[in-house]
């Protein structure tokens, strides 16, 4: 749900001065904060629920500890909301909001950690925002997980638990036709639903494949097949995931990845995942315009981050009669691209290496594509053990190992 507008149409408490800072005048804490992005999303937030949810004030409370509630717990709620238990005369926590600063994307990862304040506090709803979007979900306790809810729910909704859970149904995708792959009206009107899945400077041949391997990747009734080689083993198509990877630069790519579940070649399990993007244009080079982006992502337990940004419109061959070659010159940040290649002509299974640079495939491209065509499927498999290979080299630099 977007709420910027609502949150901003609210007013923020009054400003003073404090040893040199601005800070609000907290009226629920009853103390001065310092001014910064996340607090002032904090305040517009419990002020809404306060004002435009109907929550009495003295049910509102800030950044509490879980320690207050459990010993020993570690971390702070930015809000929670309480109910009046009557029959013994005291509050318990009904709701609880985590909030970001505006350049905070909603991830899972976001979710996670209300949900693991709203588990110590027993509560029943977990509120997330960053002050632009609002999602609320309700726990349910006979699956024990947490189900969205299709509104932000008023405070005697969530204490009457009067809400509707919408119904997600894993439906076929309708995919476009060949005839509607080369319609560009059709193409921009695609692009603009949701997350750009390509350039606005793209190519029209461009365009049409980046569609097709965006349908193809959500496209859940075909499964990329299970299959060994010798530097991986695909173990499970594990399908569709919201994702967040950044990159080198600082740079967040977020949406639906197809993920997939993979052995290394050091018997390490690891999460790959492929999506494709429409990058826009740098404002700060007027010669570098917006372009397609294929984006082959790896989780790590700690961070996670893009192995392959590879730049469609730039290394992709497209012939007139629909064949496109797919190479790479092996390049990583400021790493020399004869690691890469190195590395990929030592112990590349799927891969091979030419006077172009690496070889990731060939598709046919006048067809709908598929994750279990044969050929679409070479190309996954050469993508997902790329990613690998270049998460060695990486690794052989920090470790300092020559290769």
Same mark, same amino acid.
């Given at each position: 749900?977007?709420?910027?507008?609502?949150?901003?149409?609210?007013?923020?408490? !009054?400003?003073?001065?404090?040893?040199?800072?601005?800070?609000?005048?907290?009226?629920y804490r009853k103390k001065l904060i310092e001014i910064t992005p996340e607090e002032t999303v904090r305040q517009r937030v419990a002020a809404y629920f306060e004002k435009e949810c109907g929550v009495p004030k003295e049910m509102i409370e800030l950044e509490v500890p879980m320690s207050y509630y459990v010993t020993g717990a570690t971390g702070r709620a930015d809000i929670i909301i309480h109910a009046y238990d009557v029959e013994n005369d005291c509050i318990y926590p009904i709701a609880i909001i985590e909030c970001k600063k505006e350049d905070v994307l909603l991830t899972a990862r976001v979710a996670d950690q209300a949900i693991r304040y709203c588990d110590i506090?027993?509560?029943?709803?977990?509120?997330?925002?960053?002050?632009?979007?609002?999602?609320?979900?309700?726990?349910?306790?006979?699956?024990?997980?947490?189900?969205?809810?299709?509104e932000i729910l008023a405070y005697r909704k969530m204490l009457t638990d009067d809400y509707i859970i919408p119904e997600f149904k894993t439906?076929?995708?309708?995919?476009?036709?060949?005839?509607?792959?080369?319609?560009?009206?059709?193409?921009?009107?695609?692009n603009e639903q949701g997350t750009w899945v390509f350039g606005e400077d793209s190519s029209s041949e461009v365009r049409s494949f980046a569609v097709n391997f965006d349908q193809a990747l959500l496209d859940i009734e075909h499964k990329l097949p299970v299959k060994k080689f010798?530097?991986?083993?695909?173990?499970?198509?594990?399908?569709?995931?919201?994702?967040?990877?950044?990159?080198?630069?600082?740079?967040?790519?977020?949406?639906?990845?197809?993920?997939?579940?993979?052995?290394?070649?050091?018997?390490?399990?690891?999460?790959?995942?492929?999506?494709?993007?429409?990058?826009a244009s740098d404002f700060?080079?007027?010669h570098r315009g917006s372009y397609t982006s294929l984006m082959v992502s790896i989780d790590r337990l700690k961070t996670s981050h893009n192995s392959l940004q590879y730049n469609v419109d730039k290394y992709a061959q497209f012939s007139p009669d629909g064949i496109v070659k797919f190479t790479h010159n092996g390049k990583i940040g400021n790493f020399k691209s004869a690691d890469v290649m190195n590395k990929v002509k030592k112990y590349g299974d799927c891969l091979n290496v030419s006077d172009k640079g690496v070889e990731l495939g060939i598709l046919h491209i006048n067809k709908?594509?598929?994750? !279990?065509?044969?050929?679409?499927?070479?190309?996954?498999?050469?993508?997902?053990?790329?990613?690998?290979?270049?998460e060695e080299v990486r690794r052989d630099k920090r470790n300092k190992v020559r290769i």
């Amino acid at each position: 749900m977007i709420i910027k507008e609502k949150l901003k149409s609210i007013a923020l408490p !009054d400003i003073y001065m404090r040893e040199g800072k601005e800070c609000y005048y907290d009226t629920y804490r009853k103390k001065l904060i310092e001014i910064t992005p996340e607090e002032t999303v904090r305040q517009r937030v419990a002020a809404y629920f306060e004002k435009e949810c109907g929550v009495p004030k003295e049910m509102i409370e800030l950044e509490v500890p879980m320690s207050y509630y459990v010993t020993g717990a570690t971390g702070r709620a930015d809000i929670i909301i309480h109910a009046y238990d009557v029959e013994n005369d005291c509050i318990y926590p009904i709701a609880i909001i985590e909030c970001k600063k505006e350049d905070v994307l909603l991830t899972a990862r976001v979710a996670d950690q209300a949900i693991r304040y709203c588990d110590i506090l027993c509560g029943k709803y977990i509120i997330i925002t960053n002050g632009i979007e609002m999602l609320m979900y309700v726990y349910q306790e006979d699956s024990n997980s947490y189900a969205i809810i299709n509104e932000i729910l008023a405070y005697r909704k969530m204490l009457t638990d009067d809400y509707i859970i919408p119904e997600f149904k894993t439906e076929k995708i309708l995919r476009m036709s060949m005839d509607e792959l080369k319609n560009q009206k059709l193409l921009i009107d695609y692009n603009e639903q949701g997350t750009w899945v390509f350039g606005e400077d793209s190519s029209s041949e461009v365009r049409s494949f980046a569609v097709n391997f965006d349908q193809a990747l959500l496209d859940i009734e075909h499964k990329l097949p299970v299959k060994k080689f010798k530097t991986f083993e695909l173990l499970e198509d594990i399908g569709q995931r919201f994702m967040d990877y950044g990159n080198a630069g600082g740079g967040h790519f977020y949406g639906i990845y197809r993920s997939f579940l993979v052995k290394d070649r050091f018997c390490e399990t690891q999460i790959v995942s492929i999506n494709i993007f429409g990058t826009a244009s740098d404002f700060h080079d007027e010669h570098r315009g917006s372009y397609t982006s294929l984006m082959v992502s790896i989780d790590r337990l700690k961070t996670s981050h893009n192995s392959l940004q590879y730049n469609v419109d730039k290394y992709a061959q497209f012939s007139p009669d629909g064949i496109v070659k797919f190479t790479h010159n092996g390049k990583i940040g400021n790493f020399k691209s004869a690691d890469v290649m190195n590395k990929v002509k030592k112990y590349g299974d799927c891969l091979n290496v030419s006077d172009k640079g690496v070889e990731l495939g060939i598709l046919h491209i006048n067809k709908l594509l598929f994750l !279990d065509d044969k050929e679409v499927s070479e190309f996954v498999y050469k993508l997902i053990e790329y990613a690998l290979l270049r998460e060695e080299v990486r690794r052989d630099k920090r470790n300092k190992v020559r290769i």
